[in-house]
């Protein structure tokens, strides 16, 4: 897939463009993605990135770190972080704001070190895609954290896009397809995963994880910290 985000993050370092992104997506029209929330200060993040911020604690591998606002926070407060993304531009780009631990792999293929904190913000845990593949996800994440160590994740759920009337389907419902576009380009269709918490309990208890839930922000958003029981 074309490193669509990774090229506006790094236009967006440079200044080179003000040029939006734009989300398609199976269920409405395109939606207008703002470049902007991937370098926000501490002070322009809201309560639920806060709060999981202030959990992370020991050897932390920020997953899916974007332009590395999150992991400069943490490397900030003198956490040992690792801030890991698959896209090259986006590694280039954190690099350049001064991120010390930088990988640019797939979550799924990265088995090189152990940590004590995994997380994942902005829907991080989206990655997955599907059920099925966040029940690999949460198979592989046992393999990379040091023992009583934590997996802290957003998500929410996007019932409320049914108007709570969710409809008979082939996948869960939480599986959206989106597809990028910046200028005139455009990345292939994708999926993303926001489950809701009730199916999460359920698998996270299935694969072998205990569940705290650590904020709820009273749209259908919440983060959870899981540990291996």
């Known amino acids: 897939m074309e490193d669509i985000l990774g090229l506006a993050l790094?236009?967006?370092?440079?200044?080179?463009?003000?040029?939006?992104?734009?989300?398609?997506?199976?269920?409405?029209?395109?939606?207008?993605?703002?470049?902007?929330?991937?370098?926000?200060?501490?002070n322009d993040m809201p309560k639920i990135e806060l709060v999981a911020l202030n959990e992370c604690t020991g050897k932390?591998?920020?997953?899916?770190?974007?332009?590395?606002?999150?992991?400069l926070i943490l490397q900030q407060k003198d956490i040992d972080v690792t801030a890991l993304d698959i896209s090259p531009k986006a590694a280039e780009v954190m690099k350049l704001r001064g991120i010390k631990k930088i990988v640019c792999d797939d979550i799924f293929s990265f088995k090189e070190e152990n940590f004590d904190t995994l997380?994942?913000?902005?829907n991080g845990i989206g990655i997955a895609g599907t059920i099925?593949?966040?029940?690999?996800?949460?198979?592989?994440?046992?393999?990379?954290?040091?023992?009583?160590?934590?997996?802290?994740?957003?998500?929410?759920d996007i019932a409320y896009l049914y108007e709570g009337r969710i409809p008979v389907m082939e996948n869960y419902y939480g599986e959206i397809l989106y597809q990028y576009q910046?200028?005139?380009?455009?990345s292939g269709w994708f999926s993303w995963l926001y489950v809701d918490k009730k199916t999460l309990l359920k698998i996270a208890t299935e694969e072998g994880w205990g569940m705290e839930v650590l904020f709820e922000d009273g749209f259908d958003q919440y983060l959870?910290?899981?540990t291996v029981k």
Do not use: C
Request: glycine content about 8%; aromatic content about 10%.
């Open 10 to 42: 790094l236009d967006k370092y440079h200044d080179l463009s003000t040029t939006k992104i734009w989300i398609y997506n199976k269920y409405g029209p395109k939606e207008e993605m703002p470049v902007d929330v991937y370098y926000r200060e501490k």
């Open 60 to 71: 932390v591998l920020d997953i899916g770190a974007g332009a590395g606002s999150h992991a």
């Open 119 to 122: 997380l994942l913000l902005m």
């Open 132 to 156: 099925t593949m966040l029940r690999i996800f949460l198979q592989h994440a046992k393999k990379l954290l040091m023992p009583g160590g934590q997996l802290i994740f957003d998500s929410s």
């Open 182 to 186: 910046y200028k005139n380009k455009r």
């Open 224 to 226: 959870v910290k899981l």
